[in-house]
């Protein structure tokens, strides 16, 4: 009896790899997205980030969220034991094209950051008026 082996397809694994050169835990914060008629709408939970550890950028059709958030230090004291841990947070999003690179807004509040990506208006239609020479 032939053997037959069967391969699932399976999707593309990210080829980048990217070396930190800080020994911390990376996370890959939880979004929500919502798609409005006038905008997107993203709210990613990123605990412990501040409007000064957080930056948005935008490369291209790439958009990347990222943010630090510092160890707490006892003083006087040590940690016997913790489930909570820190770290920083790294997370990249395609865009699409109709989006207004130049009206972008962020807002964080209580480890939660809201990016608001405002959609360019639809080029409407023009009629042009033919003119005999």
Known sequence: MKNIVE??????????VV???KNRRVYVPKVDIIDTKDA?????????VDEGSVDVTIDKNVL??????????FKGMSI?????????????FTISDDIDREKVEALV????LKLVLHKEPEAAVRKIT???E
């Open 80 to 92: 016997a034991y913790a489930e909570y841990d820190t770290g920083d947070y790294d997370r990249s």
């Open 40 to 48: 997107v709408v993203l709210y990613a939970d990123m605990p412990g």
């Open 7 to 16: 391969y699932e397809k399976k999707p593309v694994q990210e080829t980048a």
């Open 64 to 73: 990347n969220i990222s943010g630090v958030v510092k160890p707490s230090e």
């Open 19 to 21: 070396e930190r050169t």
């Open 109 to 112: 509040k209580n480890g939660v």
């Open 130 to 132: 033919v003119q005999a």
